[in-house]
Every structure is written in structure tokens, then in C-alpha cells.
């Protein structure tokens, strides 16, 4: 029978991974801190995977950062994911391509793609838009 590799939690931990499973910001959070609960209670990596659906080496890799870093380790690190095709930096353009063609936005999507040198598609202009406008109106201008 193999050897079943526990993880020792203070109340306080407990109580905080008990807060990130019913309130955690994201779902893979919610499901890291599970696992942990789930370890604490001297269960197997492999029952975890089967009960949460996801693989042993999911449950030990979140074991072995929840160790080293604490509930801080379970959080997805900035930096993850892919970068933006349109920054911050080409906003300038963006709102000059949209003011020029306010009522054809697949005009004004035409025109930035040539004059950035990138390809996008439109929802990718849109989401651009959507959060440049929201941080337009956080700032108040």
C-alpha cells in the first residue's frame, strides 16, 4: 500500500481555505483549496484527482506550492496567459481609427490592422474598446 503524504494545516489555514473554496475568485482557486482540505484529511492524491477531475499530479504540484508559498501558492501568477494584441501604447490609434469610422467598425478595424502591422478580429477591437472606455470612466474623464 503506498505511502499516503498528508499535509499539516493550522486552524487559521483551515479557516482561510475554507473562505477560498466557498468564495475564491476563480474556480480553479476554489478547486486548489479544496484539494487541500481534501489532503489534510489524510486522503490520497489519486481519490482527489477522481472526486475534483483533474490528474494525481494536479493535487501533488498544488500540495507541493501550498507547502513552499502557503494559500498565497494557489493563486494564479501574474504574468499567465497570453499578451494582449492590442496595448495599451496603440490606443491613440485605435481612437483615432474609430472616431474617423464611428458607424463601421469593420472599417475602422481595416484600417488599424494596416496601420499596426497585426492582425485581430473585431471582438478583439470591441473588448479593447469596452475596457479602455471603463478605465476612461474609473479615472473620471
Known sequence: MPRIKT????????????????YGSTPSYRKRCQAILLKSEK???LAIAQELGCCEMSVNDWMKRFEEQGIEGLEVAKGRGG????QQSDSDAVRRA??????RLSLAKAELEQELGRTFSQLTLQRF????????NELGG
Do not use: M
Open 98 to 103: 474609430v472616431q474617423q469610422h464611428a458607424q
Open 7 to 22: 499535509v499539516f494545516i493550522s486552524a487559521e489555514q483551515k479557516t482561510a481555505l475554507e473562505k477560498g473554496v466557498k
Open 129 to 136: 474598446l469596452k475596457k479602455t472606455v471603463a478605465a476612461t
Open 83 to 86: 499578451k494582449s494584441i492590442l
Open 43 to 45: 486522503r490520497t492524491s
